[in-house]
T-cell receptor
Protein backbone atom coordinates (compact mmCIF):
# COMPACT_ATOMS: atom_id res chain seq x y z
CA UNK A 1 0.00 0.00 0.00
CA UNK A 2 1.03 3.60 -0.46
CA UNK A 3 2.74 5.25 2.47
CA UNK A 4 4.26 8.63 3.19
CA UNK A 5 6.29 8.75 6.37
CA UNK A 6 7.94 11.64 8.03
CA UNK A 7 10.08 9.70 10.37
CA UNK A 8 10.37 12.22 13.16
CA UNK A 9 7.15 13.00 14.92
CA UNK A 10 8.95 15.79 16.75
CA UNK A 11 12.30 17.48 16.35
CA UNK A 12 13.93 19.91 18.77
CA UNK A 13 16.90 21.99 17.67
CA UNK A 14 18.84 24.95 18.94
CA UNK A 15 18.29 28.35 17.41
CA UNK A 16 20.77 29.08 14.65
CA UNK A 17 21.28 25.44 13.70
CA UNK A 18 20.03 23.76 10.55
CA UNK A 19 16.88 21.69 10.90
CA UNK A 20 16.62 18.69 8.59
CA UNK A 21 13.27 16.95 8.14
CA UNK A 22 12.78 13.72 6.23
CA UNK A 23 9.96 12.47 4.05
CA UNK A 24 10.02 8.88 2.80
CA UNK A 25 7.46 7.28 0.56
CA UNK A 26 6.64 3.83 -0.77
CA UNK A 27 4.54 2.69 -3.71
CA UNK A 28 4.37 6.18 -5.20
CA UNK A 29 5.79 7.68 -8.35
CA UNK A 30 5.16 11.33 -7.61
CA UNK A 31 5.38 13.98 -10.27
CA UNK A 32 5.62 16.66 -7.59
CA UNK A 33 6.58 16.73 -3.95
CA UNK A 34 5.48 19.66 -1.84
CA UNK A 35 6.29 20.96 1.63
CA UNK A 36 3.87 22.88 3.82
CA UNK A 37 4.00 24.53 7.20
CA UNK A 38 1.06 24.23 9.58
CA UNK A 39 0.57 26.19 12.78
CA UNK A 40 -1.86 24.95 15.47
CA UNK A 41 -5.50 25.50 14.53
CA UNK A 42 -4.61 26.86 11.09
CA UNK A 43 -4.59 25.55 7.54
CA UNK A 44 -1.26 24.55 5.96
CA UNK A 45 0.81 27.15 4.15
CA UNK A 46 2.62 26.19 0.95
CA UNK A 47 6.40 26.51 1.11
CA UNK A 48 8.09 24.73 -1.78
CA UNK A 49 7.40 22.35 -4.64
CA UNK A 50 9.97 20.15 -6.32
CA UNK A 51 9.42 18.18 -9.50
CA UNK A 52 10.51 14.61 -10.14
CA UNK A 53 13.24 15.75 -12.52
CA UNK A 54 14.66 18.26 -10.06
CA UNK A 55 17.27 17.33 -7.45
CA UNK A 56 17.19 20.43 -5.31
CA UNK A 57 15.26 23.63 -4.83
CA UNK A 58 15.94 26.64 -2.60
CA UNK A 59 13.94 29.52 -1.27
CA UNK A 60 15.57 31.91 1.16
CA UNK A 61 16.56 29.80 4.21
CA UNK A 62 14.74 26.73 2.90
CA UNK A 63 16.18 23.93 0.80
CA UNK A 64 14.46 20.81 -0.47
CA UNK A 65 16.08 17.79 -2.08
CA UNK A 66 14.30 15.02 -3.92
CA UNK A 67 15.83 11.60 -4.53
CA UNK A 68 13.45 9.44 -6.58
CA UNK A 69 15.79 6.45 -6.31
CA UNK A 70 15.80 6.52 -2.51
CA UNK A 71 12.15 7.69 -2.55
CA UNK A 72 13.04 10.42 -0.15
CA UNK A 73 12.91 14.17 0.25
CA UNK A 74 14.90 16.20 2.74
CA UNK A 75 13.72 19.61 3.92
CA UNK A 76 16.31 21.93 5.45
CA UNK A 77 15.82 25.16 7.35
CA UNK A 78 19.12 26.96 7.83
CA UNK A 79 19.81 29.46 10.61
CA UNK A 80 16.64 28.31 12.33
CA UNK A 81 14.64 30.73 14.45
CA UNK A 82 12.00 30.20 17.15
CA UNK A 83 9.45 31.56 14.64
CA UNK A 84 10.16 28.47 12.51
CA UNK A 85 8.54 26.29 15.18
CA UNK A 86 5.56 24.58 13.56
CA UNK A 87 4.50 21.29 12.04
CA UNK A 88 5.91 20.62 8.61
CA UNK A 89 4.09 18.39 6.17
CA UNK A 90 5.28 16.81 2.97
CA UNK A 91 2.76 16.03 0.27
CA UNK A 92 2.95 13.95 -2.88
CA UNK A 93 1.17 14.47 -6.14
CA UNK A 94 1.11 11.68 -8.69
CA UNK A 95 0.48 13.76 -11.78
CA UNK A 96 1.06 17.25 -13.04
CA UNK A 97 -1.21 20.26 -12.80
CA UNK A 98 -3.56 20.89 -9.92
CA UNK A 99 -4.36 17.34 -8.93
CA UNK A 100 -5.03 15.89 -5.51
CA UNK A 101 -2.16 15.54 -3.10
CA UNK A 102 -1.61 13.10 -0.27
CA UNK A 103 -0.05 14.33 2.95
CA UNK A 104 2.54 12.75 5.16
CA UNK A 105 2.26 12.38 8.88
CA UNK A 106 4.04 15.64 9.70
CA UNK A 107 7.02 16.60 11.85
CA UNK A 108 6.59 19.04 14.70
CA UNK A 109 9.66 21.25 14.83
CA UNK A 110 10.57 23.16 17.97
CA UNK A 111 13.39 25.69 17.72
CA UNK A 112 14.77 26.42 21.16
CA UNK A 113 16.15 29.91 21.81
CA UNK B 1 -0.99 36.12 -3.41
CA UNK B 2 -3.87 33.69 -3.64
CA UNK B 3 -6.27 33.73 -0.70
CA UNK B 4 -8.92 31.19 0.26
CA UNK B 5 -11.49 32.38 2.76
CA UNK B 6 -13.20 29.71 4.86
CA UNK B 7 -16.20 30.24 7.13
CA UNK B 8 -17.13 29.66 9.83
CA UNK B 9 -13.90 29.19 11.74
CA UNK B 10 -15.69 27.46 14.59
CA UNK B 11 -19.12 25.92 14.91
CA UNK B 12 -20.86 23.96 17.62
CA UNK B 13 -23.99 22.13 16.64
CA UNK B 14 -26.40 19.65 18.14
CA UNK B 15 -26.35 16.04 17.10
CA UNK B 16 -28.69 15.45 14.17
CA UNK B 17 -28.45 18.92 12.69
CA UNK B 18 -26.62 19.96 9.53
CA UNK B 19 -23.74 22.37 9.19
CA UNK B 20 -22.54 24.19 6.07
CA UNK B 21 -18.95 25.26 5.59
CA UNK B 22 -18.03 27.72 2.85
CA UNK B 23 -14.79 28.18 0.99
CA UNK B 24 -14.19 31.09 -1.34
CA UNK B 25 -11.22 31.83 -3.53
CA UNK B 26 -10.94 35.61 -3.17
CA UNK B 27 -8.65 36.70 -5.96
CA UNK B 28 -8.55 33.77 -8.31
CA UNK B 29 -10.83 31.25 -9.93
CA UNK B 30 -10.70 27.62 -8.93
CA UNK B 31 -12.33 24.96 -11.05
CA UNK B 32 -11.20 22.44 -8.47
CA UNK B 33 -11.20 22.64 -4.70
CA UNK B 34 -10.26 19.96 -2.21
CA UNK B 35 -11.80 19.19 1.16
CA UNK B 36 -9.83 17.63 4.00
CA UNK B 37 -10.47 16.68 7.58
CA UNK B 38 -7.86 16.53 10.28
CA UNK B 39 -8.01 14.84 13.67
CA UNK B 40 -5.90 16.11 16.57
CA UNK B 41 -2.19 15.50 16.03
CA UNK B 42 -2.92 13.68 12.78
CA UNK B 43 -2.30 14.56 9.18
CA UNK B 44 -4.79 15.84 6.65
CA UNK B 45 -7.06 13.23 5.10
CA UNK B 46 -8.51 14.09 1.72
CA UNK B 47 -12.27 13.69 1.74
CA UNK B 48 -13.27 14.79 -1.73
CA UNK B 49 -12.39 16.76 -4.81
CA UNK B 50 -14.92 19.44 -5.62
CA UNK B 51 -15.37 20.23 -9.31
CA UNK B 52 -17.11 23.38 -10.52
CA UNK B 53 -20.33 22.55 -12.30
CA UNK B 54 -20.14 18.81 -11.74
CA UNK B 55 -20.34 16.20 -9.02
CA UNK B 56 -17.64 15.90 -6.43
CA UNK B 57 -15.28 12.95 -6.41
CA UNK B 58 -15.17 11.31 -3.00
CA UNK B 59 -12.32 9.32 -1.53
CA UNK B 60 -12.87 5.74 -0.53
CA UNK B 61 -14.72 5.42 2.73
CA UNK B 62 -16.21 8.93 2.69
CA UNK B 63 -20.01 8.95 2.69
CA UNK B 64 -21.16 11.23 -0.08
CA UNK B 65 -24.69 11.47 1.34
CA UNK B 66 -23.33 12.63 4.64
CA UNK B 67 -20.77 15.11 3.35
CA UNK B 68 -22.52 17.05 0.60
CA UNK B 69 -20.28 19.13 -1.62
CA UNK B 70 -21.46 21.83 -3.95
CA UNK B 71 -19.20 23.84 -6.24
CA UNK B 72 -21.66 26.20 -7.82
CA UNK B 73 -19.23 28.81 -9.10
CA UNK B 74 -15.57 29.23 -9.88
CA UNK B 75 -14.98 30.89 -6.53
CA UNK B 76 -17.23 29.04 -4.10
CA UNK B 77 -17.38 25.51 -2.79
CA UNK B 78 -19.45 24.36 0.17
CA UNK B 79 -19.32 21.30 2.38
CA UNK B 80 -22.46 20.38 4.28
CA UNK B 81 -22.20 17.87 7.08
CA UNK B 82 -25.68 16.37 7.27
CA UNK B 83 -27.20 14.81 10.36
CA UNK B 84 -24.01 15.47 12.27
CA UNK B 85 -22.92 13.15 15.05
CA UNK B 86 -20.20 13.56 17.68
CA UNK B 87 -17.82 11.41 15.62
CA UNK B 88 -18.01 14.05 12.86
CA UNK B 89 -16.32 16.51 15.21
CA UNK B 90 -13.09 17.44 13.49
CA UNK B 91 -11.11 20.18 11.78
CA UNK B 92 -12.24 20.64 8.18
CA UNK B 93 -10.03 22.46 5.69
CA UNK B 94 -10.41 23.34 2.03
CA UNK B 95 -7.75 24.12 -0.53
CA UNK B 96 -7.48 25.33 -4.10
CA UNK B 97 -4.81 26.12 -6.64
CA UNK B 98 -4.51 29.29 -8.68
CA UNK B 99 -4.56 27.73 -12.11
CA UNK B 100 -3.16 30.84 -13.75
CA UNK B 101 0.17 30.22 -12.05
CA UNK B 102 2.40 27.24 -12.54
CA UNK B 103 3.92 26.95 -9.10
CA UNK B 104 1.30 24.28 -8.32
CA UNK B 105 1.27 24.92 -4.61
CA UNK B 106 -2.12 24.95 -2.97
CA UNK B 107 -3.68 27.68 -0.91
CA UNK B 108 -5.57 26.48 2.13
CA UNK B 109 -8.43 28.02 4.02
CA UNK B 110 -7.97 28.70 7.70
CA UNK B 111 -10.07 25.71 8.66
CA UNK B 112 -13.35 25.08 10.47
CA UNK B 113 -13.42 23.47 13.89
CA UNK B 114 -16.67 21.52 14.09
CA UNK B 115 -17.89 20.27 17.45
CA UNK B 116 -21.03 18.17 17.55
CA UNK B 117 -22.62 17.88 20.97
Amino acid sequence: SQKIEQNSEALNIQEGKTATLTCNYTNYSPAYLQWYRQDPGRGPVFLLLIRENEKEKRKERLKVTFDTTLKQSLFHITASQPADSATYLCALQNSGGYQKVTFGTGTKLQVIP
Amino acid sequence: GAVVSQHPSRVICKSGTSVKIECRSLDFQATTMFWYRQFPKKSLMLMATSNEGSKATYEQGVEKDKFLINHASLTLSTLTVTSAHPEDSSFYICSAGDEKTDNYGYTFGSGTRLTVV
